[in-house]
Each structure stands twice: as C-alpha cells, then as structure tokens.
C-alpha cells in the first residue's frame, strides 16, 4: 500500500521545486557544532515550515553524515484517538518528494514483545506529526531511507516505557525522530521560560522528573511521549540529550502575545 500524504500544501509546499529549495535554505542557514559519538536520535518541531523548519533543520544537519538510513518516528497522535502506541503495517508513504519505504522487519520486531503496541494504518490518518519529517529525510537521503512510522496515542510514562522497551536494539541501527512542539498559544515570555524548564528536564535524562516538571507548569508539549521514549533509550544505552536550538513563531512572524515554542535536541553515545 501507499500512503498519499495528508497535510501536502498546508504544512509544507505541494510543489517539489519549492519544497526542495526550502529545505535547502533552512538546512545552509543551520548547523554548528554537534557533539561527537553514536547518534542515538534527534527531537524535532513539527509545525508549518515556515514556523519550525529554521530550528527543525538543526536536527537533520545533525544526522545528514550518519551512514544509517533506517529511521524510527515516533509522533504523537493529537486527536488522542486510537488511544494505544500504533505502528504503520507496510509499504510506502509518498510527499511530493517521491516514496518512502516503510521498514516492514522494524514493524514486525517492535510489535513481537509488546501485545499492547498495534498495527494500524488507520491510526496515522489525518495526522501531521510525523509526515512533516519525510521530505527532510527524502531530500537528504533520497529513495535510500526507510522509516519505522510509530504513533502514541497515550503519552503516559507507562506507555513510553513499554515502547521503549520494544524498541529494544533498533537504534543501533536505526536514527529515532522525536516528533514534539513545546509550549502551545501562551505570550512569548511565558512560553520561553516553561520551555526552558522542559529542556532542563529532558537533558537531565530524568524521565520521572520530565513528566513532574510537565505537570507542574501546566506544559503544553503535543509529543511529550515521543520525547519520553528517546529519553529512555539514551539513558539505556549511557548517552546523552543536548539542545541544538530553540525558537517560538513570533521568531519567524514577529508577533508575540501567543506563540509555539519549538527545540531541536541530539541523543548521542558518550565517545
């Protein structure tokens, strides 16, 4: 089966041309330093391009050199509905920038330990978070990429730890994307100091700690799980997160009374 894409036009241009140069403008404006050692996984916004693809870009710079070209996304599913961790069954997933294939022994090895994780294609209808990281993928990896499509409907503590634990040895051969925007519709102020303490939390490492610290100032981050379950598996394989950039989109359209906060962090192994 192929999946044509949902939010083509509306998230990120339809027309391949006008894709393919703004991705390559984000990418050239981005970069610096990215720590050394194993990529273990990247978080990444979401939103609208021309909103998250200037901080969104941080993250892919820092997987264009890595040889791996299997990657596991794990998104959110903002509808809430299905209410369980989802994975999508076989075939392709097309934007304007071609297909991209989906990787059917990674579907079927995180789906063998855990009888709660489902597979549906269902699940990823009408649902953005993870398809606007495709043409990211397919412009620097072209047809060579795979994907492991993954979608959290509950984003509990529980659930990233199950999901986690299936995940199992794959990041060893694959690159997990975080799918997550951070702080919703709040003034610029507001919403810059609630990020900055989700961003302490999750470069801590303490996933206990990231879900008290969620709670406690009433955040608003869609992909908390996502980000929940990379936290895991860098702890499990002794690495570590680090904040690569972050922007709100008053950054991008000068208007700051209610913004979306975004951040762009790397998971490595320690050299």
């Not at 206990?208 to 929940?228: D, H, K, L, V, W």
């Amino acid at each position: 089966m192929n999946r044509k894409p949902s939010v083509s036009g509306l998230f990120y241009s339809s027309n391949k041309e006008e894709l393919i140069l703004s991705v390559q403008e984000k990418l050239s404006m981005s970069g610096g330093t990215v720590p050394g050692g194993h990529v273990i996984g990247v978080v990444v916004p979401h939103a609208g391009y021309i909103y998250s693809g200037n901080t969104a870009s941080y993250s892919y710079n820092a997987i264009r050199e890595d040889g791996r070209r299997k990657f596991l996304i794990i998104g959110p599913k903002h509808s809430g509905f299905p209410y369980s961790t989802c994975v999508y069954p076989s075939g392709t997933w097309s934007t304007p920038l071609g297909r991209c294939r989906i990787d059917d022994e990674g579907v079927r090895s995180i789906t063998s330990t855990q009888k709660d994780i489902e597979i549906s294609e269902s699940a990823f209808d009408e649902e953005h978070s993870i398809e606007v990281q495709l043409p990211w993928l397919q412009f620097l990896f072209g047809d060579s990429c795979m994907i492991l499509p993954v979608s959290m409907g509950d984003q509990s503590m529980e659930r990233a730890m199950e999901l986690a634990s299936a995940i199992g040895d794959l990041p060893l051969d694959h690159v997990v994307i975080a799918s997550s925007d951070l702080t919703h519709y709040e003034p610029s102020r507001s919403a810059d100091l609630k990020d900055s303490e989700m961003i302490n939390a999750i470069e801590s490492l303490d996933v206990e700690a990231f879900y008290s610290t969620m709670q406690r100032i009433n955040a608003s981050a869609c992909g908390y799980g996502p980000i929940a379950t990379l936290m895991l598996i860098t702890k499990r394989l002794n690495g570590k997160i680090t904040l690569l950039n972050h922007s709100n989109s008053g950054d991008e359209t000068g208007e700051y009374s209610s913004v979306v906060g975004y951040a762009s962090f790397v998971a490595y192994s320690k050299k």
